[in-house]
Every structure is written in C-alpha cells, then in structure tokens.
C-alpha cells in the first residue's frame, strides 16, 4: 500500500514566491502510486482557509510554569490541570477554564516577568493537527496564522501536503495544502497583503478565528474583507454580552458570520418546534408569557441565542434588562408580545460540579403562562445534565417534559465540516442575533 507523505519545509522568513514554490516542489516530489494503480492527487480545488489560532493562555500558562504540553489548542486534561493550577495559585475561583478574570490575570502575570524571562519553551505544535473531518472531501488550502508572544523577530512560514488515505484507491486522493506562519500580532499584521494573497483566487473563501474577534484590530477587518464567511465559536468568547454586540455589528456591514455555536443549539430548537405541532398546542404558542433558560455557569451566549430566537420567532419586543445576580447571577428580561401582553425570560447560570466540554452548554427550558387554560407548559431537559431546578415544585406534572439530546459531534471541527457545505447567509440566525442585541442595548 502506498502511503501519502506529509512533506515538511524547515521554517524560512516569509515569502509569498517561496510559499507558492515550496508548494509546488512538494506535489512535485511525493509519490502517490505508479501504474494503472496510481492514486491521481486533487490539490486545493474547493476553499480557501484562513485559521487565525492565538492559543494565548495555553502561551501564558507555559511561559508562567504551569503548563508542560504543546501548544496546541486542544483544550485536554492536561491544559484544564494547568488552568486549576494557575487559578489555585493565584486565588482564583477553580473552573478549569480561562474566563475573562483568569485570563487578565496571566496576562498580568506574564508582563511582570524580566525579557529573559518570557520565553516559552513549549513546542509550538499550532497549524498541524489536520483534521480529516474536514479534509477527507475538501481538498482545499488552510493558512494557519498563530501569534506568538515575546520578541518581534519577523514571521516564519512552513508548508505541507497531506491527503488521507482513501479506501477506494481509483476514487483517487483529496489533499489540502498547508502553510503555517508564526510571529508576534504585530509581525501578522504587517504581512496581511501576504496573507491574503496566499487565497486561491476564484474559490470561496473562508477566516475561521478562533479567537474573541475585534473588528477594531487591522488583520481581522482586512481579512474580514476578503472572505466569503467569518466563522466564529461564540462558546469560547471571554465576555459574550459583548462580544455579540460586536456580531450584530458585522452582520450590519454585510460580513458573513457563522457561529458553530449557534450550530449546537438545532436540537433545542427542533424539539421546542416539535413539542407545539399538534394543534391543540400550537394554539396556546401566543400565551405564553414566561421563558426560563438554565445554562452552564461561565457562558450565556447558547442561551441568549435561543432567547433571541424565540423571542423573533414570536415578534416580542424587548423593553428591559435587568441583572440580579447571586447564586445563578439570574437576568431577567421584560417583552412586550403582539398583543401588548408583558412576557418575562429568566436566563439562570447553574453551578456544575462536572462541566462538559463546551462552555455555557444549555441545561434546561421551561416554557410556561399565567393563563391556567393554555395548554403550553413545557419542560425540555439536557439528556447528559438533567435539570433537576426546571422540574422542582408541583406544577412541572402538568407540564409536557422531554429529554434533548446534543449533537452527535459538538467539536468545532465536525461543525466546521458541516457549515462549509452551507456557507452563505443565514437570515434564522441573523434575525435572532438582531433580537440578542435590542436585548443587550437594554443594559
């Protein structure tokens, strides 16, 4: 059996005429068969991608001591452990994840080291873990941006070529180019033109940022400008009220935005829309007037999503925003439905002792009205979490209750290879950002 081979340049300061060649030289050199047997290679023919994969707590941690792994972006054991350890050490609250406070604090930690000191000696393995969720059907390029921190010493780029093996060699091989270009923010952002122009011309185009986006910062407006769609994951934003605000105001300029998060809401809205099917539901929809969200303390952006979907579903009109706080840091918000009627959304962020692996999950919704005729009470539960606050007190009997049950994949790579099938416009998701944010620029 003949194996593709990754071919690997050794890293050179960057040049866009040394990339390209580099490039060729590879698809040149590499054997792919001989004979009738031999495997023809499809080289980048569908997208172009460009990753933009900061990693910079996973940076801090290693250049602070307390993180040993690669910097990779794979948010392991290992990286939580390391995360506990700088929390415990600082005396942070114990999460296991870097919010917005644990992250400002490495921040500030990191900046209080001597320059000798601030060197990172973790293997920089950012731009090579391929993802043939994505690969197997796409032979496409991806550039891979990851920022460094430390000394300015320019940008260095290295290329490659992988093509996962097919099990039927006459269907032939899917292959993606690779190029990985490492150096400080401010090195990227000098070399942006080169950046883009590394897109094939005449495919779609795509910037995957799998970082909180800026629309203030010069290499994500440029690159923002040249894409056909803006991939974000609202689940990893470090302060999400914001950060979709700044969505809104994307979408305002006609910048294609997709959220993979938005993504793993579908089953919730799927059985919310299959729970009011028969008619004898369907017709107390509109008397409805009090929605209950309970999510995974540390992100609301799942839940204000399905809020805001909801809500434009129903044309409810957002009148105040109200933060109460303690145990659940409880937020309530007051609407106004197309008969006047005052409706009110709670949204709860619950405690849990064994998180799952995307920040701010959703745990439960509970649909419920003051008119004791509507038949409308409804109680949807996490299959993994349960929710054990939605169900409490004797009124949950009446209600219809069902178990939802998550996506079969939720990592941003299977999602990923789900929305380059779908890119473009998607007026659903639109429509519910632009109800989170009347909801927000309420506080």
């Known amino acids: 059996m003949n194996t593709p081979l990754v071919a690997l340049q050794k890293p050179k300061d960057i040049s866009l005429s040394e990339i390209e060649a580099e490039l060729n030289s590879i698809w040149l050199s590499q054997s792919f068969g001989q004979g009738k047997t031999a495997a023809i290679a499809t080289r980048a023919a569908t997208f172009s991608m460009v990753i933009y994969e900061p990693e910079e707590f996973q940076q801090l941690l290693g250049g602070l001591g307390f993180y040993k792994g690669a910097i990779d972006g794979i948010h392991g054991t290992e990286t939580r452990d390391a995360v506990r350890d700088a929390q415990k050490a600082y005396q942070l609250p114990i999460t296991g994840r870097v919010d917005s406070d644990t992250l400002e604090h490495l921040r500030t930690e990191f900046a209080k080291l001597s320059p000798a000191q601030r060197v990172i000696r973790n293997i920089d393995a950012r731009g090579f873990s391929i993802s043939e969720t994505i690969a197997n059907q796409n032979p496409c390029r991806i550039i891979t941006l990851c920022p460094t921190l430390g000394e300015d010493t320019g940008v260095t780029a290295q290329v490659s070529a992988y093509c996962p093996l097919q099990n039927n060699k006459e269907e032939g091989l899917i292959c993606c180019e690779y190029v990985t270009l490492r150096g400080t923010k401010a090195a990227l952002e000098r070399v942006s033109n080169v950046v883009t122009s590394l897109l ?31 991939i974000v994951d609202s689940c990893y934003f470090s302060d999400p009220e914001s950060e979709l605000l700044k969505m809104q105001e994307l979408v305002d300029q006609e910048t294609y935005i997709a959220d993979l998060n938005w993504h793993r809401l579908s089953p919730w809205q799927e059985l919310t829309a299959a729970t009011f099917d028969p008619p004898e539901r369907r017709m107390y929809l ?21 809020l805001g979907w909801f809500a434009s579903r129903l044309q409810w009109e957002p009148l105040e925003f109200t933060e109460s706080g303690g145990d659940y840091d409880l937020k309530h918000v007051k609407f106004r439905g197309p008969d006047n009627q005052e409706i009110i959304g709670e949204l709860a962020a619950i405690p849990m002792a064994d998180t799952g692996e995307i920040p701010g999950d959703l745990v439960g919704v509970r649909l419920t009205s003051t008119n004791p005729k509507a038949n409308c009470c409804t109680i949807l539960c996490s299959e993994t979490t ?46 519910s950002l632009a109800a989170v944010s009347a909801i927000l620029n309420l506080r």
């Open 386 to 431: 349960g929710c054990m606050r939605m169900e409490a007190g004797g009124s949950a009997q009446s209600c219809q209750t069902e178990q939802v049950t998550s996506v079969t994949d939720q990592k941003a790579e299977y999602l990923m290879a789900q929305q380059l099938q779908r890119w473009g416009r998607d007026v659903l998701y639109e429509e």
């Open 200 to 230: 094939i011309p005449d495919l779609p185009k795509f910037v995957w940022w799998k970082a909180t986006p800026n629309p203030e910062q010069e290499l994500f407006k440029h690159l923002s400008c040249c894409s056909n769609c803006v």
């Open 286 to 306: 509109g008397d409805i007037d009090h929605i209950t969200l309970d999510y995974e303390k540390g992100n609301a952006a799942q839940a204000l999503m399905f």
